[in-house]
């Protein structure tokens, strides 16, 4: 099945944390915090402006965003948990350096 979002909405699957401190002690599931970084899977074409014109999201798929800790609403779509939210609840999109994406 394939999912579209309307509007300015967009889906995102959250990126897990690391489950190690940077000391080395491992977190246990019950103290995790819900991650607030994600990556777009899926955008909206866009909400509609005075003038009824469309205008285009910021964002597209395959972007690493960060998200409030309350942003979004919870879904499962083929057996994923996913969070559909506005573009608005968008902080800002994560950009690697350009070293970072040759190292990768």
């Not at 915090?33 to 899977?41: C, F, H, L, N, S």
């Not at 955008?43 to 960060?66: F, I, M, Q, T, Y």
């Not at 919870?74 to 902080?91: A, N």
Request: no cysteine.
């Amino acid at each position: 099945m394939t999912f579209r979002p309307l509007h300015d909405r967009v889906v995102v699957r959250r990126i897990e944390a690391e489950e190690k401190t940077a000391g080395g002690f491992i977190i246990p599931d019950t103290a995790k915090e819900k991650p607030q970084e994600g990556e777009i899977v899926a955008v909206g074409p866009g909400a509609r402006d005075e003038s009824d014109k469309v205008v285009a999201l910021d964002v597209k798929a395959g972007d690493r965003v960060l998200f409030g800790k309350w942003s979004g609403t919870e879904v499962r779509i083929d057996g994923q948990d996913l969070l559909i939210m506005k573009e608005s609840d968008i902080m800002g999109v994560i950009e690697q350096s350009a070293a970072a994406q040759k190292a990768a």
